[in-house]
C-alpha cells in the first residue's frame, strides 16, 4: 500500500512540473505592459489607456533582408506587439527565395503551426527515434512541428515562398542546430571525435557555417 501511495504522489508530482512547465493563464482579459518597463513584463497598464491600437500589429506586412541562405523572419514575440503579452502565444513570419532553406532547429518551450501563404516549401522534422516527416506543402496548406522537435523547411518552388509561423508560448525560444553545435563552447576534441575530422577540418567547417547568416 505504502509503494503505491508513494507511486501516485509521484505520478502527481510529475503532472504538476508538465503543467508548471506551460504558460501560466492569464489571470486577467490582458495586460498590455507599461512600456517604460519594458522588457520586464512586470506591470500592466491601466486598463482606460488601453486601446484598440495595442492589438493590433502592422510589422509583417512585407518580408525582411534575405540571408545568405535565401531566409528571411520576422519573429513577433509580446516585446514587438505588447498585445500578445500573457496570452500564451507568438508568431514569426517567415520569406524564402527560391532555393532558400530554414536551417534544422527547434523551439524548446513551443509547439509551431506552420501555414503556407504562397509558395512550395519542403518542410519536415524529425521525432526522438530519428524518424523524418516530411513533405512538400502547397499554398493553403498547414504543417505542425510539435515541441522540443528538430524541424527544417526550403522553398522548392521557382518563385518566392511565404509562411506564418504560430507558436502556442509567449517565449517559444529558437536553437538553431549549425550555430549550437559550432558557435558554442563545446570542446574541440568532443567535436572532432563526434564529426571524424581532424582540427584543421573542423575549423574549416565552423567557419564556412557561422560566416553564414541564418
Not at 532558400?100 to 504562397?118: K, L
Request: proline share 6%.
Amino acid at each position: 500500500m505504502l509503494l503505491k501511495i508513494t507511486a501516485m504522489l509521484a505520478l502527481l508530482l510529475y503532472t504538476c512540473l508538465l503543467v508548471s512547465a506551460s504558460d501560466s493563464d492569464p489571470l486577467q482579459d490582458f495586460c498590455i505592459p507599461r512600456p517604460e518597463l519594458l522588457p520586464l513584463f512586470v506591470s500592466c497598464k491601466n486598463s482606460s489607456l488601453v486601446t484598440v491600437d495595442d492589438f493590433v500589429y502592422s510589422g509583417i506586412k512585407v518580408s525582411g533582408d534575405a540571408s545568405k541562405t535565401g531566409f528571411s523572419s520576422i519573429p513577433v514575440s509580446a516585446s514587438a506587439f505588447p498585445g500578445l503579452n500573457t496570452l500564451g502565444m507568438s508568431l514569426v513570419r517567415a520569406d524564402f527565395e527560391p532555393g532558400g532553406i530554414n536551417v534544422p532547429h527547434y523551439h524548446p518551450r513551443a509547439t509551431e503551426v506552420a501555414f503556407v501563404v504562397e509558395g512550395r516549401i519542403y518542410s519536415g522534422f524529425v521525432d526522438s527515434e530519428n524518424r523524418v516527416f516530411a513533405k512538400v506543402l502547397d499554398k493553403g496548406e498547414v504543417m505542425v512541428f510539435p515541441k522540443g522537435l528538430l524541424h527544417f523547411q526550403m522553398n522548392v518552388g521557382e518563385a518566392q515562398a511565404t509562411i506564418i509561423g504560430s507558436f502556442n508560448s509567449q517565449n517559444p525560444g529558437l536553437v538553431r542546430i549549425p550555430s549550437a553545435v559550432f558557435g558554442s563552447a563545446i570542446k574541440e576534441e568532443l567535436l572532432e571525435k563526434v564529426f571524424g575530422l581532424n582540427d584543421r577540418e573542423l575549423a574549416k567547417l565552423r567557419k564556412k557555417l557561422l560566416t553564414i547568416k541564418v
